[in-house]
């Protein structure tokens, strides 16, 4: 049989069944008592049966009327939990927002303009996901992510790049190094250094390797750690040196660290806003992310 009746012809029906009256029936629904009649006839027109008995005292239902009854009040029921769980979803939808980012702009960017955004945006959850550069656009895509800061994307068919800023790789020390007080320093003056450096897994160390692919003398990998954060701790421990991307000390929170510009060849890296192709963040992303753009390009 083919459903043809309205959910508002089985609202009219349960509030008769309920209130054993058409009156008050009509009331609770704020509909005339003809308007709540012609839903009650055009339902029971739809299933063939006869649902109510009515006399000039009193409503009842038939004996089909009440088997028919429990059906109608569970897919009332099941209605009104499916409304209810879409708008929860909406609100948490609302609520909530996930970046990905690489460590350098999660870790020492990211904090001033998250403080930022929860001043206009109090309600809102920010999960972050600081991960490698690859992690970062697979989150983004898979839509994990409602939106990424990345150095890789630009030849993604299913991304959007937006580039905000152009980033430099410099010589992270320590401040009794060596090379400490050079306004510059070129690759060679590495060469027999002890170099901390992030693994090949990282589109830090791809770009690394291109540059020191061209010189000549160069510095010998003695350390490989996963992030750059880790990179940092060891060369304020004394372990040796790092090539790292200028965002990397940030706020400097090691004063026995210092970041020297680093040239012949100048390494830099090119950081985006990145989306899913065609996407629409939803307001409080789109707030976020042009936090972070301005703040970025103040840099």
């Not at 509030?15 to 012609?38: D, G, H, M």
């Not at 012949?264 to 950081?271: A, F, G, H, S, W």
Request: with cysteine.
């Amino acid at each position: 049989m083919r459903i043809n009746f309205e959910i508002s012809e089985l609202q009219a029906f349960i509030a008769v069944a309920e209130k054993s009256s058409f009156k008050a029936a009509a009331e609770s629904l704020f509909i005339s008592q003809p308007a709540l009649s012609r839903r009650i006839e055009k339902l029971e027109a739809s299933l063939q049966i006869r649902l109510l008995e009515r006399t000039t005292r009193r409503v009842s239902l038939t004996d089909e009327g009440r088997q028919f009854l429990g059906h109608a009040e569970a897919v009332i029921e099941e209605l009104e939990m499916a409304m209810q769980g879409m708008a929860e979803r909406t609100v948490l939808r609302r609520e909530s927002l996930t970046i990905a980012c690489v460590p350098s702009v999660a870790n020492y960017l990211l904090p001033t303009v998250l403080k930022e955004f929860a001043s206009t945006h109090p309600g809102v959850r920010v999960k972050v996901i600081d991960e490698s550069a690859r992690d970062v656009l697979d989150c983004v895509v898979a839509g994990q992510a409602d939106f990424g800061v990345n150095f890789i994307g630009t030849q993604e068919a299913d991304i959007d790049f937006k580039a905000i800023y152009t980033e430099h790789y410099v010589l992270m020390a320590r401040n009794d190094h060596r090379l400490a007080g050079e306004k510059t320093v070129v690759w060679a003056d590495l060469a027999g250094e002890k170099l901390v450096s992030v693994s090949q897994s990282s589109g830090n160390r791809m770009l690394i390797d291109n540059a020191l692919a061209k010189v000549a003398r160069r510095p010998s990998i003695q350390y490989e750690i996963n992030h750059v954060t880790g990179a940092i701790s060891m060369v304020a421990a004394g372990l040796g040196v790092a090539v790292l991307p200028g965002l990397a000390l940030g706020d400097n929170v090691y004063p026995n660290l210092v970041s020297i510009p680093l040239t012949d060849p100048d390494i830099t890296r090119t950081l985006g806003l990145i989306t899913r192709k065609g996407g629409r963040l939803q307001p409080a992303a789109q707030a976020l992310s042009e936090l972070l753009e301005q703040a970025v390009r103040a840099l």
